[in-house]
C-alpha cells in the first residue's frame, strides 16, 4: 500500500505541506484532524475532498479526527470569503453536528474494532470552557497581531475593501487552540485542510511550538475546480448535497455524470479510492470511445454509492437510462414520485379528475377534450399517429386506439406520454 503522501501525490490531492511530515508519518501511527464547519444540516461535495483525504489517511494506517467546529461555526471562517457568514444558534449547531457525524460514518470508520478508528470532536466541548478574558490572556497574548495580518485570507479581505469583523479576526485564533488541544490532550500532530487554510493550520503549529514547545504538522490539499471555470459542486438549483432530501440520489447521479471528460479525469482520482492501475485503465477505454462516457459513469457509480448505498445507484442508473435506453412500465414504476418528476422535470403536464378518467372509454378518449391541445392537437391526429405506432403510454407502445383504458397509473397517479422519440407529456390524475 502506498503512504498517505504517495497516495495524495499521484490523486493530485497535495498542494503544500510543512517539512519533516513525510518522515513523521514513518513512525507509526499517527494523529491528523480535518474540519468542518456546520453551517448546514448536511455536507455538500465541496466537502468530499476533505473527507477523502481523511479516509485515505485511515486507510494507510493512521488516526483520523474528524472536527465539527460547533464554536467556530458560531462565528464562520473569514478565509477567502467576501462577506460575513450567518451566525447560528447552539441548538442548530447540535442538530447540524449531528447529522454531519453520521454523513461522515459512510466514509470512515468510528467503530471500536481497530486502533486507528475514527473519533468525531467538538471544538464547542473545549471553546465553550474559556471566558472571553481567560482565552485572551492565556492564549492570545501568544499571537501577535502582526502575525495574524500577514496571513493571505485577512489580507484580501482587507485588500478588497469588505474588512472583517473582530469576531471573524478572531477566527485562526480560535482554530489555532483548536490544534493545540489535540496536540495536548489527543496526541494530535498534523492538521488538514484545504489550500485556503494553510494561513489558520500554522497559526496552531505556531501555538504548540510557543505554548507547548512542540512540534506540529500541516498539509494542504487543492481547491477543486472546474475545467469550464465555474464553481465546483454548484448547479443551477444551488449546492449538491449529501443529504437525500436536499439532493435527491438521480441528481446527485447526474451530477457526476455530466462532468466535463477534463475533470472526469481528475475527478476520479479524488473522489473515488479505485486504484492507480484501475484508473488509468478506465482512462484508456475512455479515450478509445469518448462519447460512451466510461470515466462519467464509473464515478458516477463509485460516489453514489458510497454516498447513498446500492439500492439508490440502482434507482438513479435505471431512472437515467429511461430517456435514452429502453425501459417498461415496471421500470417507471419502481422510481419513486421525486425521481420521475426529476427524470421528466420541465415535460408538460396537464390533469385530470379521478372521475373523467374512470369514464374514459379507450386511450383515444384520453386525448380527446380533456387533453386536447397539450399531447394532440385533435383525435384524428391522436388516432393517426396510434396506428402508426408512434404513441406509447408508460413505455407500452399504443396499437389500437379503440382500446379500453386498462393502464398503470405511475405512483398511483401519473400517466407518461410518449409521441415520436423525443416528445414526452404527463397526465396526472387527481
Keep these: 500500500m502506498n503512504s498517505f503522501i504517495e497516495e495524495l501525490r499521484w490523486r493530485g490531492m497535495l498542494q503544500d505541506m510543512t517539512p519533516d511530515i513525510e518522515e513523521h508519518l514513518t513512525k507509526g501511527m499517527a494523529s491528523a484532524y480535518l474540519g468542518f464547519d456546520p453551517t448546514a444540516d448536511s455536507l455538500h461535495i465541496g466537502h468530499l475532498v476533505g473527507v477523502m483525504t481523511l479516509l485515505h ?14 464554536a467556530t461555526g458560531m462565528i464562520g471562517d473569514p478565509s477567502f470569503k467576501s462577506a460575513e457568514r450567518n451566525l447560528l444558534d447552539k441548538a442548530t449547531l447540535d442538530y447540524n453536528v449531528a447529522s454531519i457525524q453520521g454523513q461522515l460514518a459512510k466514509f470512515l470508520d468510528f467503530s471500536g474494532a481497530t486502533s486507528n478508528k475514527a473519533e468525531l470532536v467538538n471544538n464547542y466541548d473545549w471553546m465553550s470552557e474559556f471566558s472571553f478574558l481567560d482565552f485572551i490572556r492565556d492564549i492570545g497574548k501568544h499571537i501577535t497581531v502582526n502575525y495574524m495580518m500577514s496571513k493571505d485570507s485577512v489580507k484580501k479581505r482587507l485588500e478588497d475593501g469588505n474588512g472583517l469583523s473582530f469576531t471573524e479576526f478572531s477566527y485562526q485564533l480560535i482554530q489555532g487552540y483548536d490544534f ?14 484545504g489550500s485556503d487554510q494553510w494561513g489558520n493550520i500554522l497559526t496552531g503549529t505556531e501555538l504548540i511550538r510557543r505554548m507547548g514547545g512542540g512540534s506540529a504538522y500541516a498539509l494542504t490539499v487543492p481547491l477543486i475546480t472546474k475545467a469550464d471555470g465555474t464553481k465546483f459542486g454548484k448547479t443551477e438549483s444551488g449546492s449538491v448535497w449529501l443529504d437525500s432530501e436536499k439532493t435527491s440520489p438521480y441528481a446527485f447521479y447526474q451530477f457526476w455524470l455530466n462532468v466535463s471528460d477534463t475533470d472526469a479525469s481528475k475527478y476520479i482520482r479524488i473522489f473515488t479510492v479505485l486504484d492507480q492501475e484501475t484508473i488509468e485503465r478506465l482512462e484508456a477505454e475512455h479515450a478509445k470511445a469518448p462519447h460512451l462516457r466510461v470515466l462519467q459513469k464509473e464515478i458516477a457509480k463509485q460516489i453514489t454509492i458510497m454516498v447513498h448505498g446500492e439500492s439508490e445507484l440502482d434507482m438513479a442508473m435505471k431512472a437515467s437510462e429511461i430517456l435514452f435506453g429502453k425501459s417498461s412500465t415496471e421500470d417507471l414504476a419502481a422510481l419513486d414520485e421525486r425521481t420521475f418528476l426529476q427524470v421528466f422535470e420541465g415535460v408538460p403536464q396537464v390533469q385530470i379528475g379521478q372521475d373523467e378518467y374512470s369514464a ?49 397509473l405511475l405512483q398511483n397517479k401519473y400517466l407518461l406520454v410518449q409521441k415520436g422519440k423525443k416528445n414526452y407529456f404527463i397526465i396526472e390524475v387527481k
Design 180 to 193: 493545540y488541544h489535540l496536540w495536548k490532550n489527543e496526541n494530535c500532530s498534523i492538521q488538514l485542510g
Design 360 to 408: 374514459l372509454g379507450s386511450v383515444l378518449d384520453l386525448f380527446g377534450e380533456i387533453t386536447q391541445g397539450v399531447v394532440f392537437a385533435s383525435k384524428g391526429e391522436a388516432r393517426k399517429m396510434i396506428q402508426g405506432g408512434g404513441v406509447s403510454i408508460n413505455k407500452e407502445k399504443l396499437t389500437d386506439p379503440n382500446a379500453e383504458v386498462q393502464l398503470t
Design 57 to 70: 489517511f485511515q486507510r494507510a494506517g493512521h488516526k483520523p479526527f474528524a472536527l465539527v467546529g460547533g
